[in-house]
């Protein structure tokens, strides 16, 4: 069992500055302390931050672990002590078998010369020998799906297709017992990129995996395992994949942006959830709950108001306008003062993930805009599984019509 | 599309274990040196290839391709010959042709600076790749040899007939020019693996270093003859590059001359900076890394 543990993380650290200058300076200092074989130390200087802060993981082969956070969390820096390229200044790795990587695809290419070269340079440089290309350019050229066009160079090549090319590479030629991934799956087209996780998903089979994204429904999928790390230090460390990314969606810093003529302004907004009024700091409601909001805003003298309320993602994305309206459809049209409306938004079908509001205030004869609020009242949806839509239908379905053959 | 499923592979024999800490890599002198003979083992076939890449991709891209390894020491031997011509400089007896003398002063002269830049020019080049993926950092070095070696070559292949035309044939002592390659190789390895680390934190080192070379030129015997006395004398006399070029230009003219003693207490020191260099390179990588721009 121990034998199977890949990688151990014990207490690593990891400084970082935030002043170039100051930072070229420590460097200068960091260089002389080596050469006179010095340790580090714990201590900050001036400047300095921690980027990564005493992380402890251990990882088994078949095991995946999503690192997430927000940008800046450490997340890369940490995957960069893992690969080897910059140290710790606290703590100890310790690394068994052969690390592959699917970071900076086509490392190494030159746009001069043609894909066929650029095969095997990219190939050498991820430590892959020349013989071990031969075996499988044919396998390389078909999955970049670049058959015609392997002896032009690689500068005319579509964006797209230097992409796959890389891709291809790495991903055909590599078999480690470790395998590390950033942000590189959401590469090309669809198809691709279904290609892509296939090819992850087989070489994971064999290996520990450390994978740092933004991408919750690629995390859900993949990962046996999450960390969610914030100003470089874990804050969670669970299997429970649906806890961690709800932790990671509760992480996002909300700010609510206001713009528009200042005739009309949002009050309040409140939420209840199948009835029950919820918290006003970023409540959870399950998947598949009756949201109610009530509204309160206040419309300037000499003006006629028209209100539009909008549920956005974590992104600021629109999802679902919600009108106000009356029951014939037409707007309601509010005149001055202050106005409480409620507004039944209807069953939640919501991914999982952080979600707000976005509510907009026009005047109802020019259009004009008099307020709009961003960002107002964030919420969070809970569900089981988290899926790649922005929305999921729990519907009951049914097997008809003949029974498959097989259970004759 | 054929998808073979590889299924669970078999650890075929004991794995690696790599270990990361923030110790300095000199505290174990011992891991350190089977490492380093490790790496640079490692690095050959992508120093091959990383050579390969950028030997290609120069010469795709330039219609006059290998003549340019000749064009520099060209012109600025027509530069001198016409300064020494016109009476502007009067250089004082050299013991051979003037053009000669420049030309192969320039050209060894040229070798020895590329090969001073070549490792901050590697480095500095491939900094994306430093950043990114971890590979035996000696490549970069290595494939700097070759490409170094290349250029090397092409311009012995013009000199060589350009002695002959200037009336001044090699003799057998040709033979021993790539003996003074290497050296040149070696001193100017040697010095600029202990600039690239500063080098590619601060760019100033970058441009300090043509200002510092041309400045060195002058007290070398490449253009001008050796001084027999006075201060500039002994400038050129404890200049180490003066035995090398002096040498260098005996063994291509085939003349008299060469500074043997001189030449070896130099090779052997730089031997002897070319290890430490390399120490300080390898223990210096991942502290620059993180400092990088890339």
Same mark, same amino acid.
């Given at each position: 069992?121990?034998?199977?543990?890949?990688?151990?993380?014990?207490?690593?650290?990891?400084?970082?500055?935030?002043?170039?200058?100051?930072?070229?300076?420590?460097?200068?200092?960091?260089?002389?302390?080596?050469?006179?074989?010095?340790?580090?130390?714990?201590?900050?200087?001036?400047?300095?931050?921690?980027?990564?802060?005493?992380?402890?993981?251990?990882?088994?082969?078949?095991?995946?672990l999503?690192?997430?956070?927000?940008?800046? *969390?450490?997340?890369?820096?940490?995957?960069?002590?893992?690969? !080897?390229?910059?140290?710790?200044?606290? !703590?100890?790795?310790?690394?068994?078998?052969?690390?592959? *990587?699917?970071?900076?695809?086509?490392?190494g290419f030159?746009p001069?010369?043609?894909?066929?070269e650029?095969?095997?340079?990219?190939?050498?440089?991820?430590?892959?020998?020349?013989?071990?290309?031969?075996e499988?350019?044919?396998?390389?050229? *078909?999955?970049?799906?670049?058959?015609?066009?392997?002896?032009?160079?690689?500068?005319?090549?579509?964006?797209g297709?230097?992409?796959?090319?890389?891709?291809? $590479? *790495?991903?055909?030629?590599?078999?480690?017992?470790?395998?590390?991934?950033?942000? &590189?799956?959401a590469?090309?087209?669809?198809?691709?990129?279904?290609?892509?996780?296939?090819?992850?998903?087989?070489l994971?089979?064999?290996?520990a995996?450390?994978?740092?994204?933004?991408?919750?429904?690629?995390?859900?999928?993949?990962?046996?395992?999450?960390?969610?790390m914030?100003? !470089?230090?874990?804050?969670?460390?669970?299997?429970?994949?649906?806890?961690?990314?709800?932790?990671?969606?509760?992480?996002?810093?909300?700010?609510?942006?206001?713009s528009?003529s200042?005739?009309a302004? &949002?009050?309040?907004?409140?939420?209840?959830?199948?009835?029950?009024?919820?918290?006003?700091d970023?409540?959870?409601?399950?998947?598949?709950?009756?949201?109610?909001?009530?509204?309160?805003?206040?419309?300037?003298?000499?003006?006629?108001?028209?209100?539009?309320?909008?549920?956005?993602?974590?992104?600021?994305?629109g999802?679902?306008?919600?009108?106000?309206?009356?029951?014939?459809?037409?707007?309601?049209?509010?005149?001055?003062g202050?106005?409480?409306?409620?507004?039944?938004?209807?069953?939640?079908?919501?991914?999982? !993930?952080l979600?707000?509001?976005i509510v907009?205030?026009?005047?109802?004869?020019?259009?004009?805009?008099?307020c709009?609020?961003?960002?107002?009242?964030?919420?969070r949806?809970?569900?089981?599984? $988290?899926?790649?839509?922005?929305?999921?239908?729990?519907?009951?379905?049914?097997?008809?019509?003949?029974?498959?053959?097989n259970?004759? | 599309?054929?998808?073979?499923?590889?299924?669970?592979?078999?650890?075929?024999?004991?794995?690696?274990?790599?270990?990361?800490?923030?110790?300095?890599?000199? %505290?174990?002198?011992?891991?350190?040196?089977?490492?380093?003979?490790a790496?640079?083992?490692?690095s050959?076939?992508?120093?091959?290839?990383l050579?390969? %890449?950028?030997?290609?991709?120069?010469?795709?891209?330039?219609?006059?391709?290998?003549?340019?390894?000749?064009?520099?020491?060209?012109?600025?031997?027509?530069?001198?010959?016409?300064?020494?011509?016109?009476?502007?400089?009067?250089?004082?007896?050299?013991g051979?042709?003037?053009?000669?003398?420049?030309?192969?002063?320039?050209?060894?002269?040229?070798?020895?600076?590329?090969?001073? +830049?070549?490792?901050?020019?590697?480095?500095g080049?491939?900094k994306?790749?430093l950043?990114?993926?971890?590979f035996? %950092?000696?490549?970069?070095?290595?494939?700097?040899?070759?490409?170094?070696?290349?250029?090397?070559? @092409?311009k012995?292949?013009?000199?060589?007939?350009?002695?002959?035309?200037?009336?001044?044939? /090699?003799?057998? +002592?040709?033979?021993l020019?790539?003996?003074?390659?290497?050296?040149?190789?070696?001193i100017?390895?040697?010095?600029?693996?202990f600039?690239?680390?500063?080098?590619?934190?601060?760019?100033?080192?970058g441009?300090?270093?043509?200002? @510092?070379? +041309?400045?060195?030129?002058?007290?070398?015997?490449?253009?001008?003859?050796?001084?027999?006395?006075?201060?500039?004398?002994?400038?050129? %006399?404890?200049?180490?590059?003066? /035995?090398v070029?002096?040498?260098?230009r005996?063994?291509?003219?085939?003349?008299?001359?060469?500074?043997? /003693?001189?030449?070896?207490?130099?090779?052997?020191?730089?031997?002897?900076l070319?290890?430490?260099?390399?120490?300080l390179?390898?223990?210096?990588?991942?502290?620059?890394?993180?400092?990088?721009?890339?």
């Amino acid at each position: 069992m121990e034998e199977d543990v890949l990688i151990k993380v014990e207490g690593v650290s990891k400084k970082f500055c935030r002043d170039l200058k100051t930072s070229l300076r420590y460097g200068m200092a960091d260089v002389r302390d080596e050469v006179l074989g010095r340790p580090r130390t714990m201590e900050l200087r001036p400047k300095e931050f921690w980027a990564v802060h005493g992380i402890d993981f251990e990882l088994r082969r078949g095991e995946c672990l999503g690192l997430v956070g927000h940008n800046g *969390a450490g997340k890369t820096t940490m995957l960069k002590m893992l690969n !080897g390229l910059i140290k710790p200044d606290a !703590g100890r790795i310790e690394i068994h078998g052969q690390v592959g *990587a699917l970071i900076a695809l086509g490392a190494g290419f030159n746009p001069i010369l043609t894909a066929r070269e650029n095969i095997y340079i990219n190939a050498s440089v991820l430590g892959l020998s020349k013989k071990r290309v031969d075996e499988r350019i044919d396998e390389i050229i *078909a999955f970049a799906e670049i058959e015609d066009f392997i002896d032009m160079p690689v500068q005319h090549f579509s964006s797209g297709m230097t992409v796959r090319l890389g891709f291809a $590479v *790495a991903a055909i030629l590599i078999e480690p017992d470790i395998l590390f991934l950033d942000e &590189v799956l959401a590469v090309g087209d669809i198809n691709f990129t279904i290609k892509c996780l296939n090819r992850v998903r087989e070489l994971m089979r064999t290996s520990a995996v450390v994978f740092v994204s933004h991408n919750m429904p690629l995390i859900t999928s993949f990962c046996t395992r999450v960390m969610v790390m914030d100003h !470089g230090r874990s804050v969670l460390d669970t299997e429970e994949i649906g806890v961690a990314v709800n932790h990671y969606f509760g992480l996002a810093k909300n700010t609510i942006q206001i713009s528009g003529s200042g005739h009309a302004s &949002v009050r309040d907004l409140l939420l209840a959830a199948d009835g029950v009024a919820l918290e006003i700091d970023t409540p959870t409601l399950q998947q598949g709950q009756e949201l109610t909001a009530t509204l309160r805003v206040r419309i300037e003298e000499g003006q006629t108001a028209e209100v539009n309320v909008v549920i956005a993602d974590a992104t600021l994305t629109g999802l679902i306008n919600i009108p106000v309206m009356d029951e014939r459809g037409d707007y309601i049209e509010l005149g001055p003062g202050e106005h409480d409306l409620q507004i039944p938004l209807g069953m939640v079908e919501l991914n999982a !993930g952080l979600y707000s509001f976005i509510v907009a205030i026009r005047n109802a004869t020019s259009n004009v805009t008099l307020c709009r609020h961003q960002g107002l009242q964030p919420f969070r949806v809970h569900a089981d599984q $988290v899926f790649w839509t922005k929305f999921v239908r729990t519907s009951v379905s049914k097997v008809l019509g003949p029974k498959p053959t097989n259970e004759q | 599309m054929s998808e073979q499923v590889r299924g669970t592979v078999a650890p075929k024999e004991p794995m690696p274990i790599t270990v990361y800490t923030p110790a300095s890599a000199l %505290r174990d002198p011992g891991l350190m040196f089977r490492s380093m003979i490790a790496d640079l083992r490692a690095s050959r076939e992508l120093a091959w290839s990383l050579a390969r %890449r950028d030997i290609k991709a120069q010469y795709r891209q330039s219609l006059l391709g290998y003549l340019w390894a000749f064009i520099m020491p060209l012109s600025t031997t027509a530069a001198w010959v016409y300064l020494n011509a016109s009476g502007i400089v009067k250089v004082t007896t050299t013991g051979m042709a003037y053009p000669v003398y420049v030309l192969t002063g320039t050209m060894l002269w040229q070798m020895f600076t590329e090969a001073l +830049q070549t490792p901050l020019g590697q480095l500095g080049a491939s900094k994306n790749l430093l950043a990114k993926l971890s590979f035996p %950092r000696e490549a970069l070095i290595l494939s700097g040899f070759i490409k170094w070696s290349f250029n090397a070559g @092409v311009k012995l292949l013009i000199i060589i007939p350009a002695l002959f035309l200037l009336g001044d044939a /090699p003799n057998a +002592q040709i033979l021993l020019v790539p003996i003074i390659l290497l050296a040149i190789l070696l001193i100017g390895t040697s010095i600029g693996l202990f600039i690239a680390p500063i080098g590619l934190l601060y760019t100033d080192i970058g441009r300090m270093i043509p200002v @510092v070379l +041309q400045f060195a030129m002058y007290i070398t015997p490449v253009v001008f003859a050796m001084p027999s006395e006075g201060f500039a004398a002994t400038l050129f %006399r404890i200049n180490f590059m003066t /035995p090398v070029i002096v040498t260098g230009r005996a063994w291509l003219v085939g003349t008299e001359g060469a500074m043997l /003693p001189e030449l070896a207490v130099v090779c052997g020191g730089a031997l002897v900076l070319l290890l430490l260099g390399w120490v300080l390179f390898r223990s210096t990588m991942s502290v620059l890394i993180e400092r990088m721009s890339a």
